[in-house]
């Protein structure tokens, strides 16, 4: 079930595009307007544009590896607040300013963690809903 | 007219509650707001304050709000994510396999 040729050739032409913009936002969230979720979500919005335009072929997307991909930047993300707990002063506490090189400290790597976690979350979700409506309730 | 009457009661009502309320804009009530835009730079190392408050002094709540699309993605996939199909074909197969009920009917709805 794919889209006209113009679509695709439009969404082939933007996907790289709104890629490198959803990773700046998320790289750049402590320096400039942005972050994690508003990053995330672009990301994300890739990925549908993608799977809306060219179709939820099997095989073409592998919703384990999404999920996984979910769950360990939740995982991460808690290990990180706790990591606060064991290495700085209390949980989710920012015990790396002004180290290894990092100015902001943690704030990239949990906006890195967030933005992940948000932008396969919505494809998740999307997906669900995709497949629910191909297959018919 | 008379169902108007509850609505404008509430809007008056409302009203009345907001100019009564002691508040001026721009001048924040706590000093929170004022030590997150004078420290935050120093304390951080972050130049964005929103990201310096969303990703440090706030950082359990923004977890809190990953929890809420991870439980939303959990819903979604337990209401809709089975295969309905799967199931029924498998009740038809069960059907073809002993015949159904012995008064005669049939398993599947």
Known sequence: MEMSIICRTTTGFLAPMMLVFGIYII?????????????????????????????????R??????????????????????LGYVVGNALFSNFLVDKVGLAAGTI????VLVGLKV?????????????????GP | MKRMVPALLLVGTWAVFLAGLPLEY?????????????????????????????????LYDTVGEATV???????????????????EQ???????????SPDGDVYHL
């Open chain 2, 90 to 100: 498998k009740m038809k197969q069960l059907d073809k396999l002993y015949g159904g």
């Open chain 2, 26 to 58: 721009g001048k924040p009530v706590s000093d929170v707001a004022t030590y997150y835009i004078t420290h935050c730079t120093e304390d951080t190392g972050a130049i964005n304050v929103v990201a310096a408050i969303l990703a440090d002094y706030r």
């Open chain 2, 69 to 87: 699309l991870f439980t939303a993605i959990l819903g979604v996939t337990l209401i809709l994510g089975r295969n309905h199909h799967r199931t």
């Open chain 1, 119 to 135: 932008g396969v979350a919505f494809v998740v979700l999307f997906y669900t809903f995709f497949k629910y409506l191909e297959r």
């Open chain 1, 27 to 59: 790289l750049a969230g402590h320096l400039s307007p942005g972050g994690g979720f508003q990053g995330g979500v672009i990301l994300g919005s890739v990925v549908l544009l993608l799977l809306i335009a060219f179709g939820t072929r099997e095989g």
């Open chain 1, 61 to 82: 997307f592998s919703e384990n590896v999404a999920s996984f991909m979910e769950d360990i930047s939740g995982l991460l993300l808690i290990i990180v607040g706790i």
């Open chain 1, 108 to 111: 990239p790597v949990i906006n």
